[in-house]
Structure formats: structure tokens, C-alpha cells
């Protein structure tokens, strides 16, 4: 998860994840072209650079991944 996509702590947590053999899900904004995204074998990319936009969509999206995993076991979601 970056923002901007251009966090070199993520990157290269990405990249050493792709040279274990890991998949790569991103979740980032800015540019479509960012760093980050290109490591991606999943991205999760919001069109927008306004940082609360981007973060807040992110939880969005993570919270709903959260429900059907977890939320499935203790009512129907």
C-alpha cells in the first residue's frame, strides 16, 4: 500500500516478494505508471492525487475484503 505508488520501501518489498516466487497486490493513486503498480501482478489503482481520497478508497476496498473473508464466518454478507 502506497499512495503515491513511489515509496522505495515498498518497491522493494515487492520486488524481494517477486524474487521468492510471491504475488504482488498493490493498492496505490497518483500515477497509473507508478513504480509500485509496475511490480503489481493485482493492483488495486485509484485515479486521483489527493492523498485522503486515495487512502480512504484503499480502506474502502480493503475493509470490504475483510467482510467477505471473515464477515461470511458470522453473518451473510
Given at each position: 500500500i502506497s499512495s503515491s505508488g513511489n515509496s522505495m520501501n515498498m518497491v522493494n518489498?515487492?520486488?524481494?516478494?517477486?524474487?521468492f516466487g510471491l504475488k504482488?497486490?498493490?493498492?496505490?493513486?497518483f500515477e497509473s505508471t507508478n513504480n509500485l503498480k509496475k511490480?503489481?501482478?493485482?493492483n488495486f489503482w485509484?485515479?486521483?492525487?489527493?492523498?485522503?481520497?486515495?487512502?480512504?478508497?484503499?480502506h474502502i476496498?480493503?475493509?470490504a475484503v475483510v467482510d467477505l473473508i471473515i464477515g461470511s464466518a458470522e453473518y451473510s454478507a
Open positions: 518489498a515487492a520486488k524481494g516478494s517477486k524474487e504482488v497486490v498493490t493498492f496505490t493513486g511490480e503489481g501482478d493485482l485509484v485515479n486521483s492525487k489527493a492523498y485522503n481520497i486515495v487512502e480512504m478508497t484503499h476496498w480493503i475493509l
